[in-house]
């Protein structure tokens, strides 16, 4: 079982930077799958950013076209933790954000945090 808290959301002007993080529980947390999504009112839930472990001692990162270039997505196994750093936020960013993690062995992610508001103001 992994259980998921995100913190670090807010309201920030256009053109501004917020890091979200992700505490995660869980004894096999290094080889999880870990991602952010993102839910606008009205909209899909949709996909931001994920850090895969590839069986080795590197992650491999992919994001979202619509974020490529400005969110950077990390972890600190140490600390059970995900980040999301966010930079030249935009109004359309506005969201409430999800981590997710997902095991190696399974197809979808199973476990999903309550969510963190973003307000991003034009």
């Known amino acids: 079982q992994v259980q998921l808290v995100e913190s670090g959301g807010g309201l920030v002007q256009a053109g501004g930077s917020l890091r979200l993080s992700c505490a995660a529980s869980g004894r096999t947390f290094s080889r999880y799958t870990m991602g952010w999504f993102r839910q606008a009112p009205g909209k899909e839930r949709e996909f931001v950013a994920r850090?895969?472990?590839?069986?080795?001692?590197?992650?491999?990162?992919d994001y979202a076209d619509s974020v490529k270039g400005r969110f950077t997505i990390s972890r600190d196994n140490a600390k059970n933790m995900v980040y999301l750093q966010m930079n030249s936020l935009k109004p359309e960013d506005t969201a409430v954000y999800h981590c997710a993690a997902r095991d190696p062995s399974a197809g979808q992610y199973d476990y999903w945090g309550q969510g963190t508001q973003v307000t991003v103001s034009s």
């Open positions: 850090i895969t472990w590839n069986g080795g001692i590197a992650y491999v990162a």
